[in-house]
């Protein structure tokens, strides 16, 4: 069997099937729910109806019969459920019931089980299952599958229905490409952005504030402030306009956008007094209210096209067992931007909105990865549309010979997207820059601009994000740095450290303000602690980028001596000199 991603997934769907009859072998009282695989592996629910819950040491017996089972060399064979009644019926006797309810389901869908057998035909283990698997167990190493955690999972998603235990799991080919997995895992566990936003002071998440709202600390918002400046700054030389728009509106805007038909679950509701029935929304997005600026004036094609941004905080409904750090909350700021432009004008302003996205990765030393979303079976507008739609976004990034996937029918209900999958330092993709084209709120709202000709026509709305969620890419970069920001991002850009304060705090202090007077975030270090205890700190612990080192030499010299982060001592510069080398690698942003 040729060993690629697609049979990686079949290994692993397979592996989950040996795990599943294991555990039933070891705790004969759990109900099977679902076990997929996945990119990283695979995973299964778990209903233990006496309410036992897994520990280490059982994922450690788990993963040990697995590995006998594997030994009897036992196939998997399909099998099609012709009497799917009588199917569930069994289900429901054996106490199945995930079983039962999934069978239920899809029941006019031919479905089929796959059989575990052993060599004498036995089955020994059976589920409900579309497959592919590999023809036996010989195919799958013992010594290249792992049980790795155990955690909560409700059946189907769903925080109503029962809580179920859900562990997860990687199998690869070999010993080795499961070793480099592991070490990705202990390496990722290092970066995890949560930790580190702890031991860095960055932010937290407090249950008396609420799930998913995030309180910015001053070290996390410096690097914000930095980000938002570069924002500010690229969107002013692009071309585009910035607005500022009100965090709730009457309900009644929201119905005309139609997000009361397809997003009420998401949305937060305020209620204006007790004696009116006037209803506000907490803002979910920032799309209708550009649109709102767009029709207090009149435009002719000359006017386009029009670019408005906004730092937009928008609040969105997340189950709480979805949330997790930066990555997913429920108050977030969008690098929103909203283009009305021509037809004429769209292949134009996609590929600049695909420049913008890759200066801007760039700075980070971040590639990415492109998908193209195509129209799905459910959509608005003409189809002709679409068709000037998708050639548009194609040929914008045919235009920098760019590499895409094509995710046939996968394209918003509105229109085509195109999706940015930045890649961190450890190789993982992220989403986040978007471009999306818009049949629906021009409609909707009925927005227009005069042609050539003198005829009202409706512009094409181009949804952009460079950074996604401003919280969500912060907790990227806080990863991708491992918490050591570059020197332009990095809350406190030098340590000022005297080897002693009696001796040397007096030149100390005039070389700490000369650098705050340049706009450098200093800090001095004068506390009682050895000299070489404060550089660790600094560089090691906090991850400063420079310390600057103060003694007697320094200061007959003018000088100060240097140590870099993740370098060492640099050498002896002078003063100037070096407030001049920071400012050079500020502006840089290297």
């Given at each position: 069997m040729e060993k690629n991603n697609e049979t990686l997934r079949v290994l692993r769907h397979s592996c989950s099937h040996i795990m599943a009859q294991a555990v039933q072998k070891l705790f004969p009282q759990a109900k099977l729910a679902i076990g997929p695989a996945t990119d990283e592996g695979f995973y299964y629910d778990f209903d233990l109806t006496d309410g036992y819950a897994f520990t280490q040491e059982d994922l450690e017996k788990i993963e040990n019969e697995m590995k006998e089972i594997i030994k009897q060399n036992l196939t998997f064979e399909k099998y099609l459920v012709e009497d799917v009644d009588a199917k569930i019926a069994e289900f429901k006797a054996e106490g199945e019931i995930y079983k039962a309810e999934l069978l239920e389901e899809h029941k006019n869908d031919n479905p089929t089980l796959y059989?575990?057998?052993?060599?004498?035909?036995?089955?020994?283990?059976?589920?409900?299952?579309?497959?592919?698997?590999?023809p036996n167990t010989s195919y799958i190493k013992g010594n290249a599958i792992k049980l790795l955690k155990v955690a909560g999972a409700y059946w189907r998603g769903n925080e109503k229905n029962?809580?179920?235990?859900?562990?997860?799991?990687?199998?690869?080919?070999?010993?080795?490409?499961?070793?480099?997995?592991?070490t990705f895992l202990e390496e990722a566990a290092k970066r995890d952005h949560r930790k580190l936003g702890t031991q860095h002071d960055l932010f937290s998440v407090r249950e008396e504030v609420g799930g998913g709202l995030v309180l910015w600390h001053p070290n996390l918002a410096v690097v914000r402030e930095e980000i938002e400046n570069y924002w500010r700054s690229e969107h002013r030389k692009r071309g585009y306009v910035t607005v500022h728009t009100p965090q709730?509106?009457?309900?009644?805007?929201?119905?005309?956008s139609g997000h009361m038909d397809h997003y009420k679950e998401n949305m937060f509701f305020v209620q204006k007094d007790e004696e009116s029935d006037e209803q506000f929304v907490v803002k979910p997005m920032n799309c209708p209210f550009h649109i709102m600026i767009y029709q207090a004036n009149r435009y002719s094609y000359r006017s386009l096209p029009l670019r408005m941004a906004e730092l937009g905080t928008v609040y969105r409904k997340e189950k709480s067992g979805a949330l997790a750090g930066l990555t997913r909350v429920q108050g977030f700021t969008q690098d929103d931007a909203h283009i009305f432009c021509t037809p004429e004008q769209l292949v134009d302003e996609i590929n600049e909105i695909i420049n913008f996205v890759a200066d801007t990765m760039a700075i980070f030393k971040m590639d990415f990865e492109v998908e193209l979303s195509t129209r799905p079976e459910s959509y608005v507008g003409e189809l002709k549309n679409w068709e000037i739609a998708e050639a548009g976004l194609k040929e914008a990034m045919d235009r920098r010979g760019m590499k895409y996937e094509i995710n046939e029918g996968d394209g918003a209900f509105y229109g085509p997207k195109i999706d940015f999958k930045v890649k961190d330092a450890l190789g993982r993709t992220w989403q986040c820059a978007t471009i999306q084209l818009d049949f629906n709120l021009p409609a909707r709202f009925d927005i227009k601009y005069q042609d050539k000709d003198g005829s009202m026509k409706t512009p094409i709305m181009l949804h952009r994000v460079i950074f996604g969620s401003m919280e969500r890419f912060h907790g990227i970069l806080i990863e991708h740095y491992a918490?050591?920001?570059?020197?332009?991002?990095?809350?406190?850009?030098?340590?000022?450290?005297?080897?002693?304060?009696e001796k040397h705090a007096d030149f100390a202090e005039e070389v700490y303000k000369k650098l705050r007077a340049e706009g450098i975030r200093v800090k001095l270090d004068d506390r009682s602690e050895s000299m070489n205890y404060k550089i660790r700190e600094s560089l090691q612990d906090k991850k400063i980028p420079y310390v600057c080192v103060i003694g007697d030499k320094e200061i007959e010299a003018n000088s100060v001596a240097v140590r870099k982060r993740g370098v060492g001592q640099i050498g002896t510069i002078n003063v100037d000199e070096f407030v001049q080398n920071i400012i050079k690698e500020i502006k840089e942003k290297v």
């Amino acid at each position: 069997m040729e060993k690629n991603n697609e049979t990686l997934r079949v290994l692993r769907h397979s592996c989950s099937h040996i795990m599943a009859q294991a555990v039933q072998k070891l705790f004969p009282q759990a109900k099977l729910a679902i076990g997929p695989a996945t990119d990283e592996g695979f995973y299964y629910d778990f209903d233990l109806t006496d309410g036992y819950a897994f520990t280490q040491e059982d994922l450690e017996k788990i993963e040990n019969e697995m590995k006998e089972i594997i030994k009897q060399n036992l196939t998997f064979e399909k099998y099609l459920v012709e009497d799917v009644d009588a199917k569930i019926a069994e289900f429901k006797a054996e106490g199945e019931i995930y079983k039962a309810e999934l069978l239920e389901e899809h029941k006019n869908d031919n479905p089929t089980l796959y059989l575990t057998k052993d060599k004498d035909g036995n089955i020994l283990f059976n589920d409900l299952c579309a497959g592919p698997h590999i023809p036996n167990t010989s195919y799958i190493k013992g010594n290249a599958i792992k049980l790795l955690k155990v955690a909560g999972a409700y059946w189907r998603g769903n925080e109503k229905n029962k809580m179920l235990q859900r562990i997860y799991a990687t199998a690869y080919w070999n010993k080795e490409d499961l070793q480099d997995y592991l070490t990705f895992l202990e390496e990722a566990a290092k970066r995890d952005h949560r930790k580190l936003g702890t031991q860095h002071d960055l932010f937290s998440v407090r249950e008396e504030v609420g799930g998913g709202l995030v309180l910015w600390h001053p070290n996390l918002a410096v690097v914000r402030e930095e980000i938002e400046n570069y924002w500010r700054s690229e969107h002013r030389k692009r071309g585009y306009v910035t607005v500022h728009t009100p965090q709730i509106a009457k309900s009644k805007l929201w119905e005309i956008s139609g997000h009361m038909d397809h997003y009420k679950e998401n949305m937060f509701f305020v209620q204006k007094d007790e004696e009116s029935d006037e209803q506000f929304v907490v803002k979910p997005m920032n799309c209708p209210f550009h649109i709102m600026i767009y029709q207090a004036n009149r435009y002719s094609y000359r006017s386009l096209p029009l670019r408005m941004a906004e730092l937009g905080t928008v609040y969105r409904k997340e189950k709480s067992g979805a949330l997790a750090g930066l990555t997913r909350v429920q108050g977030f700021t969008q690098d929103d931007a909203h283009i009305f432009c021509t037809p004429e004008q769209l292949v134009d302003e996609i590929n600049e909105i695909i420049n913008f996205v890759a200066d801007t990765m760039a700075i980070f030393k971040m590639d990415f990865e492109v998908e193209l979303s195509t129209r799905p079976e459910s959509y608005v507008g003409e189809l002709k549309n679409w068709e000037i739609a998708e050639a548009g976004l194609k040929e914008a990034m045919d235009r920098r010979g760019m590499k895409y996937e094509i995710n046939e029918g996968d394209g918003a209900f509105y229109g085509p997207k195109i999706d940015f999958k930045v890649k961190d330092a450890l190789g993982r993709t992220w989403q986040c820059a978007t471009i999306q084209l818009d049949f629906n709120l021009p409609a909707r709202f009925d927005i227009k601009y005069q042609d050539k000709d003198g005829s009202m026509k409706t512009p094409i709305m181009l949804h952009r994000v460079i950074f996604g969620s401003m919280e969500r890419f912060h907790g990227i970069l806080i990863e991708h740095y491992a918490g050591a920001f570059p020197t332009w991002l990095a809350p406190t850009q030098v340590a000022i450290v005297p080897i002693s304060n009696e001796k040397h705090a007096d030149f100390a202090e005039e070389v700490y303000k000369k650098l705050r007077a340049e706009g450098i975030r200093v800090k001095l270090d004068d506390r009682s602690e050895s000299m070489n205890y404060k550089i660790r700190e600094s560089l090691q612990d906090k991850k400063i980028p420079y310390v600057c080192v103060i003694g007697d030499k320094e200061i007959e010299a003018n000088s100060v001596a240097v140590r870099k982060r993740g370098v060492g001592q640099i050498g002896t510069i002078n003063v100037d000199e070096f407030v001049q080398n920071i400012i050079k690698e500020i502006k840089e942003k290297v």
